[in-house]
């Protein structure tokens, strides 16, 4: 890992984007409920997760399932702007309300339909997707832009794998599979 994304982690803490009576557990390496059947991923997973993005200040990252926001402030911390898709207007609250806390000011939020993306701020350098489609879908592909990386699990509930989708200089997609995972499903609003 990074050192600096280590150094991230580490003082970053868990506990804060949880609510009671999770937050006893919020030191532990698994995801955790956050209500509304939505769950914040194990540590090592969203540090895994950020660092396969390869983040640099200069991107511009479109997120898909704000949830707690613990994902988002890694990635706001390694990029220059976030938009962060949540469709539950309850979590985006919350998430929104800590990450304010925390004092990030490069995150822009909508409550919508994570499979639609964010037209109107595309392309995007990045994009990470935090909820499993069964398949990528078309919307968020054509966002991505050229030298573009998303990370996005994929495939029926239980297990998905993890895949890391790259497009070349001319738009072409390929996508290469880095581990079996289990999120919750994306659903269209």
Known sequence: MDEKLRQFFSSLDRSFFVDE???????????????H????????????????????????VLEIGTGSGYQTAFLAEFSG?????????????????RLDFLGYRNIYYRVGDGTLGW???????RIMVTAAP?????????QLAPGGIMIIPVGPQGWQELLKVTKDKNGMASERKLLDVAFVALVRK
Request: proline letters at 8%; aromatic letters at 6%; hydrophobic letters at 35%.
């Open 21 to 35: 009576p999770y937050k006893v557990l919020s030191s532990l390496d698994r995801p955790l409920p956050i209500g």
């Open 37 to 60: 059947g939505q769950t914040i991923s194990q540590p090592s997973l969203v540090a895994y997760m950020t660092e396969q993005l390869e983040l640099n200040k200069t991107h511009t």
């Open 81 to 97: 702007k976030v938009y962060t898709v949540e469709r539950i207007e309850e979590l985006r609250r919350k998430a929104r309300e």
């Open 119 to 125: 037209a109107e701020h595309a392309p995007f350098d």
């Open 134 to 142: 069964k398949e990528i879908p078309s919307l968020l592909l054509e």
